[in-house]
T-cell receptor
Framework: GAVVSQHPSRVICKSGTSVKIECRSLDFQATTMFWYRQFPKQSLMLMATSNEGSKATYEQGVEKDKFLINHASLTLSTLTVTSAHPEDSSFYIC????????????FGPGTRLTVL | AQKVTQAQTEISVVEKEDVTLDCVYETRDTTYYLFWYKQPPSGELVFLIRRNSFDEQNEISGRYSWNFQKSTSSFNFTITASQVVDSAVYFCALRGTSGTYKYIFGTGTRLKVLA
């Protein structure tokens, strides 16, 4: 149980285009989902906290207009990188929080974004 | 403020050696959770253990063991008889219980096990 999927696993796009990444909790409902970014050889950095049905809370320094987050249902959150640039190339990881039982975050497999 | 420190950036050992990865944390919460994750080259985080602040018992799972010392705010991870497949980046993380469910991650320790 507690499986989180991300789609796509890898995406390459041209500079200036927008990219949408989906995060799904497959076998549980997640009222809260988190989005992280990880640059090579660095730790995970929290970008935003997404609560179902409400606006996401962004960490300091993260541009909310550039990284659009939508959490429309209890099993799906999306991250859209708008007008992507090469510096947005990174590994994006989502997690879904379950308050039942384990009371912990379950992580998706990550999406590797490369902006040319 | 909450903080997790993994002072060891990179460790190299020869196969079959034991290795300990250090994790020191800071929090003002009286109840909190500590985690260890493994991140192999594929990038997917693999959950290893969760420990709550009221449970100071050490844990052993196969070749893995964890030493939780509340007095020194440490939660160290030991791999016994290391194997090449243990090569990965290991992250220690902390979650408090006041307010959000955010995790605070350490900077990670890259472990290289040489054959």
């Amino acid at each position: 149980g507690a499986v989180v999927s991300q789609h796509p696993s890898r995406v390459i796009c041209k500079s200036g285009t927008s990219v949408k990444i989906e995060c799904r909790s497959l076998d549980f409902q997640a009222t809260t989902m988190f989005w992280y970014r990880q640059f090579p050889k660095q730790s995970l950095m929290l970008m935003a906290t997404s609560n179902e049905g409400s606006k996401a809370t962004y960490e300091q320094g993260v541009e909310k207009d550039k990284f659009l987050i939508n959490h429309a249902s209890l099993t799906l959150s999306t991250l859209t990188v708008t007008s992507a640039h090469p510096e947005d190339s990174s590994f994006y990881i989502c997690s879904a929080f379950s308050r039942q039982g384990a009371n912990e975050q379950f992580f998706g497999p990550g999406t590797r974004l490369t902006v040319l | 403020a909450q903080k997790v420190t993994q002072a060891q950036t990179e460790i190299s050992v020869v196969e079959k050696e034991d290795v300990t990865l250090d994790c020191v944390y800071e929090t003002r919460d009286t109840t909190y959770y500590l985690f260890w994750y493994k991140q192999p080259p594929s990038g997917e985080l693999v959950f290893l253990i969760r420990r709550n602040s009221f449970d100071e018992q050490n844990e052993i799972s196969g070749r893995y063991s964890w030493n939780f010392q509340k007095s020194t705010s440490s939660f160290n991870f030991t791999i016994t008889a290391s194997q090449v497949v243990d090569s990965a980046v290991y992250f220690c993380a902390l979650r408090g219980t006041s307010g959000t469910y955010k995790y605070i991650f350490g900077t990670g320790t890259r472990l290289k096990v040489l054959a």
